[in-house]
């Protein structure tokens, strides 16, 4: 929980830190955002674009990661004060693999360019990625406020993003049975479906910072996983593909 400081200094650094934070959240959101547009309507451009900013998105990482390694050696917190800087580490750390998971997505784009996807498939993959970016907001707001409701509202939509991904799963693989002409691009969409619930993933841990930030301990109990992608096999007969649910 955040306390005024004796060294105004020093709260001013932390108000820094949190605000570059921000600035990086929102950077690394736009890129999740481009590169699934990449993706579902083919534009190589803009995958290409995501893809070279991603050395940006790692040097505003290596930057706050200096800066807040700075903050500790020149303040030598304690405490809350020292949870507070450590947390904002690991917020970095979640930021940089939300733009990787973007720059994952965008190369992808480019493999599945020439391939036309079911526009049902198109509107669940755009409705989960508006999902995890909508998360991902609110958790940077949760924490840039230390708003410990906001947080565990935000923590608690995962639970749906678990559900969906797992729904789009079962139909991308549900396709590649129907369809084994379209086996290889769609199994570029079950990775870049993963990834975009891997978004959600991190924001969850955004937002459960949000919350120790807010309160001084974390949120009671383990968070649902209700991802059942995992669970779905399936057998070959003959060059066939057989979906067991």
């Not at 995958?47 to 990661?65: I, K, W």
């Not at 409705?127 to 509202?153: F, I, N, T």
């Not at 570029?188 to 619930?197: R, T, V």
């Amino acid at each position: 929980m955040s306390h005024p400081h004796i060294v105004a200094a020093f709260d001013k650094e932390l108000q820094t830190l949190v605000a570059s934070i921000g600035a990086m959240g929102d950077f690394a959101g736009t890129q999740f955002v481009d590169a699934v547009h990449a993706l579902l309507h083919r534009e190589l451009e803009l995958s290409q674009r995501v893809v070279d900013q991603d050395r940006q998105l790692d040097a505003l990482r290596r930057d706050l990661s200096a800066a807040a390694a700075g903050v500790i050696a020149r303040r030598q917190p304690l405490a809350s004060d020292l949870d507070e800087i450590l947390a904002d580490f690991r917020i970095v750390e979640d930021l940089e693999r939300v733009g990787d998971l973007a720059k994952n997505i965008a190369k992808r784009a480019v493999a599945v360019a020439g391939h036309d996807f079911p526009e049902d498939i198109v509107a669940s993959l755009e409705q989960l990625a508006e999902m995890a970016s909508s998360q991902l907001k609110g958790a940077l707001a949760a924490y840039a406020v230390r708003d410990a409701g906001h947080a565990l509202a935000v923590r608690k939509q995962d639970e749906e993003i678990d559900r969906l991904h797992t729904s789009v799963f079962r139909n991308i693989v549900a396709r590649m049975n129907a369809d084994q002409t379209q086996v290889v691009p769609f199994v570029h969409l079950l990775f870049c479906a993963k990834n975009i619930e891997r978004v959600g993933d991190h924001a969850t841990h955004i937002a459960e910072a949000a919350y120790l930030l807010a309160t001084g301990y974390p949120p009671d109990g383990e968070r649902r996983r209700l991802d059942e992608s995992s669970n779905i096999t399936g057998d070959t007969f003959v060059g066939e593909f057989v979906l067991k649910p």
